[in-house]
DNA sequence: TTCCATATTGGAACGGCGTTCCAGATATGT
DNA sequence: ACATATCTGGAACGCCGTTCCAATATGGAA
């Protein structure tokens, strides 16, 4: 079964491109993922990728598809509330760790698998909390808003264009500049400025999901 | 006043260069908006341009603030709740109106005077609201976080790749799509296809709101 | 084994992008 | 009027996604 003549590398394969992009979107951001820098890495040209992958955007779409296919299998395991924050923070925690996500499932949203399959997650546990028909699609669309709102800030955050050693510093500075906002236009910014000192990120998206899931109940109580 | 020797064209100023950038965002997408179709627009050079804008992002940074400047201003009259719908519609249709305006803010979010105004329009009414002090930050956070991811949805679906002439049609596109998914897999998806047909943008969009609005009040009751 | 059609590869080349550079034109202060 | 600072237009640079194609590798038929 091994060829008789053995290749110089490993045979050049839809996977592992989309495996490299993947890696060079993590470590070098959305602009570090260029056709050279992906010839470069896997050590052919630019032709040889072409003939795997049709154009950037849809090696793009398979990137965010594996990495999303790997954040959304959440065992339904718990209430249907515990299963929603389940699955929000899964997207959250993917987006975390692959801030390009964000903007990909901005992109992508309107086309292709990536909606039905993130609807799906999300609105079985919604339809499980006992929310009647005729009301599951948008119960379940502001939820997802929420998440991939909330994701897509924090993703904005940790791309940054100013790098910060650690998260106490950043959040100093921020907090700082909303003290010295003006008085006259910015009463209420000031006023929470102590608040955003200190903060999780993940805690506080989870207490947004739990302010939409009390929403949720008070405007569907069950039974 | 009047100068001796008059110029062939207008004088070129910052501020014609970003309504020109946001003419030409709104009618040919951001995609359509580059130097050299903004100097042809303007019957100028690219170092012109430079002589009053840093770069790209300073120009896009100019628009944004200018197009949510307007969007923004909303007489505070009403109870807290209408407040906020209204802020928020404000938004939404601002971004109904200027699908680039999603991209944009969800970049600038993490630095400039965008999110303090946000906040600070958000905020206010969800104060006046009677959320005490220590979940004023959180509770804003979340209510901007769906704002944003609602209408950056939209957005998505505006932009489209494949342009739809009537929303009726594009709907039972997505609709007849849903419908035909893996009954295996994509069971809720398929049973909410039918809400999807027909259904208001900026109507799910206020429901979503009043969700919220109804979680914020469940979780902490006035009085 | 030899041969050939097909599948795959690497790299040169193309047009378009943001940006830089600079010679010249225009305005301003004395 | 002239010297200085401001502003303009366009050529050129390097990088991008993409196309094109000659060269190579592969696998079945003869």
Redesign the pocket.
């Known amino acids: 079964m091994t060829?008789?003549?053995?290749?110089?590398?490993e045979?050049?394969?839809r996977d592992r491109i989309v495996e490299a992009a993947v890696e060079l979107l993590d470590t070098t951001g959305e602009?570090?993922?260029?056709?050279?820098?992906?010839?470069e890495r896997?050590?052919?040209?630019?032709?040889?990728?072409?003939?795997?992958?049709?154009?950037?955007?849809?090696?793009l779409d398979a990137a965010t598809d594996g990495v999303l296919a790997t954040a959304l299998t959440a065992g339904s395991t718990g209430s249907p509330g515990d299963e929603v924050r389940a699955v929000a923070l899964g997207l959250f925690d993917a987006i975390d760790r692959h801030p390009w996500l964000a903007t990909q499932l901005a992109l992508q949203l309107s086309r292709g698998s990536v909606t039905p399959r993130i609807f799906e997650a999300v609105g079985r546990p919604v339809q499980a909390l006992g929310v009647p028909e005729g009301h599951r699609f948008t119960t379940t669309s502001a939820l997802v808003s929420y998440i991939l709102g909330a994701a897509g800030q924090n993703a904005a955050n940790a791309r940054s264009p100013i790098p910060h050693p650690n998260r106490t510093e950043f959040l100093d500075a921020v907090s700082s500049a909303w003290e010295n906002l003006d008085p006259q236009e910015y009463p209420f910014t000031r006023s929470v400025a102590a608040e955003l000192r200190g903060h999780d990120d993940r805690e506080q998206f989870l207490t947004g999901v739990d302010l939409i899931l009390a929403g949720i109940t008070a405007v569907h109580p069950p039974g």
């Open positions: 060829p008789r003549t053995r290749r110089r590398t045979a050049l394969s602009a570090g993922l260029t056709f050279r820098t992906l010839t896997l050590a052919t040209g630019a032709g040889a990728i072409y003939w795997h992958v049709a154009n950037k955007g849809e090696l």
